[in-house]
């Protein structure tokens, strides 16, 4: 199995960004479609960012479109996250998953076909 740690979340103004990083460990990344969510206090996990096993396709929640960009470099077993523009209803924790036995070119929008989570990275975002 692989092992997942977050980690670049941080306090910031609105309008800031950050860089979130997932290391990744325990397995060959490559083999994983990787995928990020969010969840806000009081409020159900969702869907961020997904990338393919190459890194070739990416899919986004319609909410973040245009400032965030999912990216993974396989060589260094690292998937990445830029969070751009931010508004305080950014504000969550945020975690990065691996997805199992998927294509090479399959984006993954769904939680529960993640079967590996990391512990998540706080993001707060100030008005």
């Known amino acids: 199995q692989v092992q997942l740690v977050e980690s670049g979340g941080g306090l910031v103004q609105a309008g800031g960004s950050l860089r979130l990083s997932c290391a990744a460990s325990?397995?060959?990344?490559?083999?994983?479609?990787m995928g990020w969510f969010r969840q806000a206090p009081g409020k159900e996990r969702e869907f961020v960012a997904a990338?393919?096993?190459?890194?070739?396709?990416?899919s986004y929640a319609d909410s973040v479109k245009g400032r965030f960009t999912i990216s993974r470099d396989n060589r260094k077993n690292t998937l990445y996250l830029q969070v751009n523009s931010l508004k305080p209803e950014d504000t969550a924790v945020y975690y990065c998953a691996a997805a199992a036995f998927k294509s090479i070119t399959t984006v993954v929008v769904t939680g529960v076909e993640y079967a590996y989570w990391g512990q998540g990275t706080q993001v707060t975002v100030l008005s």
């Open positions: 990338i393919s096993r190459s890194g070739g396709r990416t």
């Open positions: 325990g397995r060959t990344f490559s083999d994983y479609a």
